[in-house]
């Protein structure tokens, strides 16, 4: 007998999400993710300075605001026509590196970790926040749960760090100020890298000696996860971190289960609406859409329009980043997951690992998260090994420039595509008569938590939740740990209102079912 | 959860200096705790916004760490971003501790949206921000508006505002609430709220005080000055003319002379100082930043018409 609950709030994420699941036998067979609060960013960057967006735009998210920054100001940098100076480049990359790595550590402990441990040998025990909880049978306990609650409070003191190393170039964080088109305001001086530089190295101490090893027994004890939440099995990534010889640390890319490597062309975005509350008929491609919003549109069950690429469904994340580094060929994306692939405590080893499908799961996106999170602070710092190697660190000239200044053209457009820790992130601009005429963002969380398309196909959350096991339907933790292994954030997904010429029509809004 | 009284003056051990609280609260606070006081419940809920101001909170150093704040000090019963509890069961959890004998801590995060009904913004089944704000505000004892989004509608209510979105107070009002409040409301700003404003007003309240206010319901303590007249680029004779110049970055499109905060002396993002046994000071405790010491104008994010009153941020 099949019985549909309802997950809302969905807690440990950002924004407001509600998950609706339908369990038949024990088992997942429908689902929707519905994004329920809406800003109209937009309508509000319209008419603006340019100059303001990306200070604006960083506050859609506070968890990720650089990555919204440094989108930006990718943006306008593609419509101004300027380039940033080498200083300028890598102090971006260095403090958006930084708040990638303190997004991974909070996320994974702060915001999944919990689906996974029983607290009851914990000094947490019985204490709100922790308490209540789901409890489940298969849930760590005893010195594996001390030990994880132990670094789940180390961690608070880590991520902080990770946000004070940042802050070093950024300014303040969240929200930093140094971001600015043409580069950043902050300036080299040897006593802020020598600072960024000792707190890096505690940084890459931890996940390589607490947070990796966490995620590896949570993975051994959890093993049936690398074959749940498979998801859409298409991978999408614009890649992040341009470096001095053109490329990317992280590549453009799009992969999937056949590990297929493929380019990705922009003009392929479609973002369609026949489920999103959205007054359109079809769907657009960012640089060219508008629409207004519909609250009581028939069949519509979010506030989220639903991205796809060439018209089919697309996951973003550290794994769509992870798996196109490792089939383009990446010697360090290639070692790290190879390392996982041949974990005893996988059950994998030298002679059979584990096939690269387990990285298509829950458990894969949490992996996938945690190398990235080694491949960027080691990027950050260089290599122990090579005495040369002073990472991004160590190619920063005291003295040289930070910023170039530009004019803003009276007419333009721009585009700016890079990655959050969350996965692609775009900011499209028209500039008219120097003021923002147009202003498109699509972030990672519109992909993975997008509603059905027009052609009726599931977003990718949704598409990860068919098929897993609820063991109590009053208890659902399965669909927990799957929603959490994406790291939704939804205040991303649920800003847009695309423009139109007048205020949206104000209607009553019926609440479907989610 | 009970906090024992050696725990608190620990807590307590850090709220010295020349920002923190007077001594008086101080022993008003040892003289509850050496009575068994317990830390009051506190109800977060999270309306229009972005995390940010949460996620500045969990960067807290300068009177406690988070995890002495989370564990020794408050009885968090509902935050989503942080809480193990997810769908009916935190539901549940935040309406039990509404419902309580003894009143809780209301603290909002994000704007309410009043359009469409409080359409734009469902927090949980059947729950807009807006009902939530009705139902939960009348037994508070006190609400903090945590963020400019909470105390004045902030970014969340940028023109043209589509959802009408609104800081507390306000929303207050047009549910036809604020007249009859029993609770004070303490609006704790800035784009995010600093940790700081936000635990330091904590412990004051812990310690039987209330913070004096200022005209937008601000504690002084924090917003009671200029972040001109304290900024260390006055008088120094220089301008900066183009980003990323040193000197005054009036010239440049700084907000400083029309914005209340403590910023050029607080600043952000530092490390553990103190050094306390069993959890000494941090070795780069001191390295820290702020808005203008990263060569970028102030952006005005304390005040009440931030962001519209103080766009566009540049003048350059």
């Known amino acids: 007998m099949a019985t549909t609950i309802t997950i809302d709030p969905l807690t440990r994420i950002e924004g407001h999400l509600a998950i609706e699941v339908t369990v038949d036998s024990g088992v997942v067979t429908n689902a929707k993710s519905s994004g329920t609060m809406f800003r109209g960013f937009e309508m509000m960057l319209q008419g603006r300075d340019p100059l303001d967006a990306p200070h604006y735009t960083q506050r859609i998210c506070g968890v990720c605001p650089i990555s919204h920054g440094m989108a930006s100001c990718l943006n306008l940098e593609d419509a101004f026509g300027v380039v940033v100076p080498d200083n300028g480049r890598i102090l971006r990359n260095l403090v958006l590196g930084a708040n990638f790595v303190m997004s991974h550590i909070l996320h994974f402990y702060h915001l999944a970790a919990l689906d996974y441990i029983n607290l009851d040998d914990t000094i947490v025990k019985d204490m709100a926040p922790w308490d209540p909880n789901y409890v489940t049978d298969d849930m760590v306990t005893g010195d594996t749960a001390v030990a994880l609650v132990g670094h789940y409070v180390q961690a608070l003191a880590m991520r902080r760090k990770a946000h004070q190393m940042a802050a070093i170039f950024g300014g303040k964080l969240p929200c930093a100020p140094s971001f600015v088109p043409g580069g950043c305001t902050e300036v080299v001086t040897q006593d802020k890298i020598d600072d960024f530089r000792t707190l890096l190295a505690e940084q890459r101490t931890f996940i390589d000696g607490t947070y990796i090893p966490d995620v590896l027994t949570v993975a051994g004890a959890f093993s049936e996860y690398f074959g749940i939440g498979v998801g859409c099995g298409n991978l999408l990534a614009y890649g992040v971190f341009d470096l001095t010889d053109g490329s990317k640390l992280l590549a453009r890319g799009r992969c999937n289960t056949q590990l297929a490597l493929d380019t990705v062309d922009p003009g392929k975005i479609i973002e369609y609406v026949a489920h999103s509350k959205y007054r359109d008929n079809e769907g657009k491609n960012p640089a060219d859409g508008v629409t207004q919003p519909k609250a009581d549109k028939p069949d519509a069950y979010s506030w989220l329009k639903a991205p796809r690429y060439d018209g089919q469904v697309y996951e973003v994340g550290p794994l769509a980043r992870m798996a196109v580094n490792y089939l383009s060929g990446d010697p360090t994306a290639v070692a790290l997951i190879n390392g996982v692939l041949t974990d005893p405590q996988l059950g994998g080893s030298e002679e059979e690992p584990l096939p690269i499908s387990v990285l298509f799961s829950v458990l894969g996106r949490h992996a996938a998260r945690a190398l990235e999170a080694k491949l960027v602070a080691d990027a950050m710092g260089g290599t122990a090994d090579d005495e040369d190697d002073n990472g991004w660190l160590g190619e920063l000239v005291v003295g040289e420039p930070v910023y170039s200044e530009s004019d803003i053209p009276r007419d333009a457009s721009g585009i700016g595509l890079t990655e959050a820790p969350r996965g692609a992130l775009g900011h499209w601009i028209d500039i008219k008569r120097r003021r923002i005429d147009r202003y498109q963002v699509v972030t990672p969380t519109n992909w993975n938590a997008s509603p059905k398309d027009d052609l009726g196909q599931m977003g990718p959350i949704e598409q990860a939740l068919i098929g897993t096991p609820v063991a109590n339907t009053e208890q659902p933790v399965e669909v927990l740990r799957v929603v959490h292994s994406f790291d939704p954030c939804l205040a991303c997904s649920v800003h847009m209102l695309r423009p139109g010429k007048n205020k949206p029509e104000v209607v009553v809004h019926t609440r479907p079912s989610i | ?316």
């Open chain 2, 1 to 316: 959860m009970n906090v024992t009284r050696r725990d608190f003056l620990k807590a307590s051990a850090a709220i010295t200096g020349a920002l923190a609280l007077k001594v008086s609260g101080l022993m008003e606070l040892q003289k509850a705790m050496a009575g068994g006081a317990n830390a009051p419940p506190v109800i977060w809920l999270q309306g229009q916004g972005c995390t940010g101001c949460s996620v500045s909170l969990l960067n807290s150093t300068y009177y406690m760490t988070i995890d002495q704040l989370l564990i020794d000090t408050l009885d968090l019963k509902f935050h989503p971003t942080v809480m193990a509890a997810a769908g009916e069961m935190a539901v549940e959890a935040a309406e039990t501790a509404r419902n309580a004998d003894g009143g809780y801590v209301l603290v909002i995060e994000g704007a309410i949206p009043a359009g469409a009904n409080g359409d734009y913004c469902h927090i949980w089944p059947g729950t807009t921000m807006l009902d939530a704000l009705e139902s939960f505000a009348p037994n508070a004892n006190v609400i903090l508006s945590v963020g400019t989004c909470a105390c004045y509608g902030g970014m969340s209510a940028g023109k043209p505002n589509p959802t009408d979105a609104m800081g507390v107070e306000d929303a207050l009002d047009y549910l036809g609430l604020l007249k009859n409040l029993q609770a004070t409301v303490i609006n704790i700003p800035g784009c995010p709220a600093h940790p700081d404003w936000i635990v330091g007003t904590v412990a004051a309240l812990l310690a039987g005080e209330t913070p004096e206010l200022d005209n937008d319901g601000r504690p002084e303590e924090f917003f009671g000055t200029y972040v001109h007249k304290r900024c260390p680029n006055r008088g120094l004779g220089h301008k900066a003319h183009v980003l990323s110049d040193a000197g005054c970055l009036a010239g440049l499109g700084c907000k400083g002379q029309q914005t209340h905060a403590d910023c050029p002396l607080r600043k952000w993002n530092a490390g553990w100082a103190k050094n306390l046994p069993g959890q000494p000071a941090e070795p780069l405790a001191e390295v820290k930043n702020w808005c203008i010491g990263a060569r970028n104008p102030c952006q005005g994010c304390t005040e009440p018409d931030f962001p519209d009153g103080m766009s566009p941020f540049y003048n350059l």
